[in-house]
């Protein structure tokens, strides 16, 4: 049976670091590989040229460069792209582009499913089936890139990058949090994706005990996807609160460790006699009057 190759974009800058090492290289070797990685149009090692050929051939009898190859491609009259991009176990994955003049926002998925039941999310009739692993959810970020730069420049709306990352696609990001983590450290890494973290959001639904690691271990922004003003509402159109009770959320986001400068992003989607009276209004402006933050209202 043929050994397992390890896939290098699953790994963060020190991971490689320490992989080379183990197959009896200096440091800086991992540091070069990772310079390489996320290269438009490196596929393989036989490209790095600033390897020694010998740790070439050694790299590409234990190790791979995966990539995301075919994804199912769909327009939107409005410029939106949806990406359907097949998985090496046959399960697909949805990412969405919303691209606008000035930037092109990457709405990526961090889940095969979801295990939230949200009442107004299609992704809840899928049932959660398994978490993405690091370069599953780096790779969306890939292809999308390769796709802007393959675009005729007429076709563009926005620049030929992916400038800015959601994550709220299918699944809940918090999770699948050290897999979360580790990509989000490739993406910021200089030498991987080079992405600043303050255009990279992470969205949860509010799963009130890791939402301090994530601010602790990464400087990206907060949303949280609210859409109620009391448990009564917000049991019903989300489970998750019969868990973390909005009151726990919202304390969890009053002591949330980000940078001053910073404000948490609450989403609210209105629906029609649920949660969209005035009464309502008044409410979500008294229950966030001392967090720091700003209001998505989805209509």
Not at 177 to 196: P, V, Y
Request: aromatic share 6%; net charge neutral; with cysteine.
């Amino acid at each position: 049976m043929d050994k397992e190759k390890t896939d290098l974009r699953n790994l963060t800058q020190d991971e490689i670091i320490c992989y080379v090492e183990d197959l009896g290289q200096p440091a800086f070797r991992g540091r070069q590989i990772m310079s390489w990685l996320y290269r438009p149009g490196i596929t393989d090692f036989s490209a790095m040229t600033d390897l020694a050929k010998k740790f070439r051939i050694l790299l590409t009898e234990n190790a791979r460069i995966s990539r995301f190859d075919n994804p199912v491609i769909q327009r939107s009259s409005d410029g939106c792209v949806k990406f359907g991009f097949p998985l090496d176990d046959n399960k697909i994955i949805e990412s969405v582009l919303i691209p606008e003049p000035d930037r092109n926002t990457l709405c990526v998925s961090s889940q095969v499913g979801c295990a939230m039941n949200c009442s107004f999310c299609l992704t809840a009739t899928m049932g959660f089936l398994r978490n993405l692993t690091p370069s599953e959810i780096v790779n969306q970020v890939v292809a999308v890139g390769d796709f802007l730069r393959a675009e005729p420049k007429g076709k563009l709306i926005g620049p030929d990058r992916v400038t800015n990352i959601v994550f709220m696609g299918m699944g809940e990001p918090l999770n699948n949090l050290d897999n979360l983590i580790k990509a989000i450290s490739i993406i910021t890494e200089q030498r991987g994706l080079d992405m600043t973290s303050r255009r990279i959001t992470v969205s949860t639904c509010g799963i009130v005990p890791k939402m301090e690691r994530l601010g602790l271990e990464t400087d990206v922004n907060l949303a949280i996807s609210l859409h109620a003003v009391n448990d009564k509402t917000r049991d019903l159109l989300m489970p998750v609160n019969t868990r973390h009770s909005l009151s726990e959320l919202l304390e969890a986001c009053r002591t949330y460790p980000m940078a001053k400068r910073k404000r948490i992003m609450f989403e609210y989607i209105l629906l029609k006699d649920i949660n969209d009276s005035d009464e309502d209004a008044q409410q979500l402006a008294n229950i966030l009057r001392d967090i720091p933050c700003k209001i998505n209202l989805l209509p």
